[in-house]
């Protein structure tokens, strides 16, 4: 009876997509009922003719899904997706809190700063405004306004703008 309840048990996964198809993926794994979660954001492209804003992946080549072990031979199965992202000859699990957190930086674009007083390698967890309760590890700063902080997602680093105000070092 464990082993039928661990078949059912839903995770988050990574998938890698083919070269430039999250979108296409995101279409495909939705057409057959499968919970995915597409990171985007919104940027503008601009051309000797004309400027226009144009929503792309966050993490190129990937998307995350939520399934048990059935769905995601059937998530794989989609011509848009490559495989699964495997550690130690497992799919690699991504943590609910992750997605919740990185959920949470995105829904609005940030644009608030920060002074330098944070020193890089802090664990900070963000108590104040949107993305409150995300907690992430300074990497960086920049001119005295910026904190890059990773979400430790896919070892990609997520940059926001964050008031000082908003954030404790967390221990």
């Given at each position: 009876m464990a082993a039928a309840d661990n078949i059912a048990l839903k995770h988050w996964l990574a998938l890698y997509t083919k070269p430039r198809q999250e979108f296409k993926a995101a279409?495909?794994?939705?057409?057959v009922s499968i919970e995915y979660y597409l990171p985007t954001f919104t940027v503008t492209k601009k051309w000797s003719d004309r400027k226009k804003k144009?929503?792309?992946?966050?993490f190129r080549g990937y998307i995350f899904v939520h399934v048990n072990e059935k769905d995601r031979m059937l998530a794989v199965s989609q011509k848009a997706i490559v495989k699964t992202v495997f550690f130690d000859g497992k799919p690699s699990v991504v943590p609910d809190w992750q997605i919740d957190n990185l959920?949470?930086?995105l829904i609005d674009s940030p644009e608030v700063f920060v002074s330098n007083k944070i020193e890089v390698g802090t664990k900070v967890k963000i108590v104040d405004g949107p993305f409150k309760d995300i907690i992430g590890v300074v990497k960086s700063t920049q001119k005295d306004k910026w904190l890059s902080v990773s979400v430790e997602l896919l070892r990609c680093s997520v940059m926001v703008r964050i008031t000082?105000?908003?954030v404790l070092k967390f221990l």
């Open positions: 279409i495909q794994l939705e057409s144009i929503t792309e992946p966050l959920k949470k930086m000082e105000e908003s």
